[in-house]
Structure formats: structure tokens, C-alpha cells
């Protein structure tokens, strides 16, 4: 199928939409608090979407289909243990956060351990989310490089990164957030698009495709109920989703951030909460648009053998779905790229003018902030836009089991020490210094970024522990030995711990 004028039409509409919402909002961003937090104005069901988007990428809406097709329907069911940690963090960590009154979630580690640890934190956020821009901005190019092969999809990443920073850095969080509301209406309905599509074209029917699913175990996998660590079963995706999710929901600024640009603590809780059906959408979207293109290739047509994983998706949209309708999917596929990167890009320009540039800057004015902010997701999109391009020409295997090493490696200490600050009120900087560093020597030892260990250590073999559960075992490391540490060296002074953990907090 030809890629047709009204294709060009869909995408360049959505374009302009979400550039004008960026215009919209620029002229309402007076001061670093209308730009980094809105001053409150966002309602409670824009924000809820707005969280929601910001989790579902396009990394989630290319690789997990991708990967339900080839290992089936288990790792589309993450968002259950996602659910568990959306309950926790509307109770514990929404109250927390408001109370305690900071610009980001590291300057909390810099109040309660040492500024050090703002630093370290802050500078783990910044680096692991160019990574994660990288990676989304690189998804949906592969969608369209299989849509128009005779376009440079190094020059199709450039225009969609280029498109995302314009609305960010002038819109602010405001133009994020309602952004982010707007596209997740298009995600939805591009992945429903997909499901029906595949569904209905089943040779005997729907139910005749059901049962082509459980012959094949593409409904569970036969080990779906073992107890492992090593393998994609249930138990480690659920327990993954929920460990996996906790440095997203406590220590992660782009999440944190909403809990602050709603009026008040009621709200914000309501922002999460409403996540709940919205994950549970996520689980039908998943799990259907993978089974969808497993039923689809596996009797309407055929998988070229060139067509690896990641690009199963956009190679099903562009050859098999009418023209203007696969124009709102690649929409759809856009707008989960674009909702990540533009709230990614905020909340890193927040990281890197409240906890790296103020605290070197004593006397810096906040007319000066706005300008540095928005300075900020340039440069960064910039960056972010170079990686992409390399991970473009350098290809990647399954990029969702990928990513979820990338977060326990760069996440998981850092998630490790705010359950230590905020639930161990025992535990002083020296202990968390002890957490933080035997988790960080884990999570190299686990992850070997770069082969460095395999260069370094003769015989060494990378652990088999299923990707998605990797930041547990991090967190659970740096909780466990900070504990043990904090009998040797004691509890900390009164004024680091005073409404700063749960159990101090001012109510």
C-alpha cells in the first residue's frame, strides 16, 4: 500500500496542533513557577493523563507489542504491578512531597543526607533520561523509515525531536501537561485502530482467534506460573512492574513534578488515581495490539524475514492499514514519543537550573532561571536527538527489555536512597553513603554497561536475572545494606530528620 497524500495530511494537522498548544501557553509563563510547575492551575484529569502519557511512551506503544508477539500476551501485563505502586504513591508519596516543599525531588536528598547526594541524583536523572529521549525519539523514526524508505530517517528524527523542543521550552509544564492530555487521546485511539484491525481479519472469527492464541501460548507461555527471577513469567511481572515503577513514582523528577501543579493535595492524589483504569487500559492495549499482529501475520499475510521486532508495528500500519486511518496510528505512535520527550526535557531544564545551576549561583534572578530553563531543553534536545541517531545506525534488539536494564541501572540506587531517607529515620549520610554505593557496584555488576566487566574480569558471565526485575534486586541492595550500616555508624542530627521523613513529616 502506497503512502498516500491524506497520511501527510493526518500528521501534518496533529503538528500544528501540538506546536500551537506550545504558543498557546507561552505567554502565561511569567516565572520559574509558572514554567516548572504551572502555580498550580492543572486539573486534576489533565495531570492524571499527563502522568499516563509520560509512562507510555512510544517505547511501550512499539516494543512491548512487539515483544507479546514473539514471547506473548505475560509482559503486557506489567501495569498490574504498576497499579500497586500508583496506590502507594497517591497515599504516601504525593502527601510527602507536598508537605516537604521542593523545587525538585534531589533537593529532598540534599535536606535530608548531604548536598552531594542532590548532585549525584539530579546528574543521574539528567543522563538517564537523554537516554530515554534517545530511545523514544528512535522508535517512531523506525516507524516512518518503514513507512517512506526513501526518505532519511536521520532527517525525519531531527524534524520530530526539533517539533517536541519548540512546544516544550516555550509552553512550559503547562503546555507538557495538556499536550500530553491531547495525545493521550490519540495513542488510544491509534492502539484501538490497530486491535480491531487485526482482530477482524481472522480467518473463522474473533473466537477462532482466540483459540489460535492458547495453541500456541501466546495467551501465557508454558512457564508462565514458575516462582523464577531468570524468566518471563507472571510472578516476575508483576513484581517487576511494581519494583521497576517505584524510581518512577519517588525518585524520578518528570513524575514528582505533577505532584505539585495541581491546586492541592486532594487533586494531585485524584491525578493518580484516575491512572488506575487508565493502566488498565494499558494492559488491553498492549497485550491486543500484540496478539492482534501475531493473528494477522499468522493468516491474513506473512512477516518478511527482513522485519525484526521493533519495527513489526510500523511495517503492519503502513502495509495494511487504510490510508488517512494509518495516518492517525503513526499519529499515535508520535504522540507516545512526543509525550515522554517533551516532559523529559521540562523536568531535566528543572533538574539542571534548581540543583546544578542555583546552588553555584546564589544571586541568580528568576527572570534568569526561565532563561537558563528554557536554554536548557535545547541543549538537551540536542543531545538526546545525536544518541538517537546512533542507536538508528546501530540498531537494537528488544528495546523495551533494554530500557528496563538502562532504569535499573541508572534508577535503581537512586530510588534505593529516598526509600532510605524517607522510611529509615535512623539512617544517616554516612550509611546511605554505604547503600548507595554497594547498590551503584550491583548494578554494574549486573548490567556490564559497555562490557566493561567482560574486559575487565577474565571469565566473567553477565547473571541471568530478568531485566525488568533488575531494579528491585538494585533497591533492595542499597535499602538492606544502608540499614545494616546505620547500626555502626548511628542515627543522624534532629535537623535531618525533622519533617523529613514519613514519620516526622508535619501533618
Known sequence: MSWHWSNWLVLAGYFLFIVGIGVYFSNKNKSTQDYFTASGRIPSWVNACSIYATALSSLSFIAIPASVFHNGAILGMAPLGII????????????????????????????????????????????????????????PTLALKEALP????????????????????????????????????????GALLIILIGYFSVPGGIFHGFDILVENHKALPENAWEISL??????????????NSIYSYVGSQDIVQRY?????????????????????????????????????????????????????????????????????????????????????????????????????KKQITDKEKLKIAKFTSWIAGILSTLLAVQFLNAGQGDMFLYFQAITGLLGGPIAGLFLIGIFFKKVDHRAAWVGFIISVILAVYLGNPASILSKLIPGYEKPQVFEILISGVIISSCVFSAWIASFIFGAPKQEKTDNLTYFTIKQ
Open 230 to 243: 531468570s524468566g518471563m513469567t507472571l510472578f516476575g511481572i508483576l513484581i517487576g512492574g511494581f519494583l
Open 260 to 360: 505539585n501543579t495541581t491546586k492541592n493535595e486532594k487533586e494531585a492524589k485524584k491525578s493518580l488515581l484516575i491512572n488506575i483504569p487508565l493502566l488498565c487500559m494499558s494492559i488491553f492495549i498492549f497485550c491486543g495490539m500484540g496478539t492482534a499482529l501475531y493473528l494477522f501475520f499468522n493468516g491474513s499475510a506473512s512477516l518478511p524475514e527482513n522485519i525484526n521486532g521493533n519495527a513489526i508495528l510500523p511495517y503492519f500500519v503502513v502495509n495494511y492499514v487504510p490510508s488517512g486511518l494509518s495516518g492517525v496510528i503513526l499519529a499515535a505512535i508520535f504522540a507516545a514519543a512526543q509525550s515522554t520527550v517533551s516532559s523529559s526535557l521540562n523536568s531535566l531544564s528543572t533538574c539542571v537550573t534548581s540543583d546544578i545551576i542555583s546552588p553555584l
Open 84 to 139: 500497586l505502586m500508583v496506590i502507594w504513591a497517591a497515599y504516601v508519596f504525593v502527601p510527602f512531597f507536598r508537605k516537604i516543599q521542593v523545587t525538585t525531588a534531589y533537593e529532598y536528598l540534599g535536606k535530608r543526607f548531604d548536598h552531594n547526594f542532590r548532585w549525584i541524583g539530579s546528574i543521574s536523572f539528567i543522563i538517564f533520561h537523554l537516554i530515554r529521549m534517545a530511545v523514544v525519539l528512535y522508535l
Open 150 to 189: 526513501e526518505i532519511n530517517p536521520t532527517l525525519l528524527l531531527v524534524i520530530v525531536a526539533f517539533l517536541c523542543v519548540v512546544y516544550t521550552s516555550m509552553g512550559g509544564i503547562e503546555a507538557v501537561v495538556w499536550s500530553d492530555a491531547m495525545q493521550t487521546i490519540v495513542l488510544l485511539f
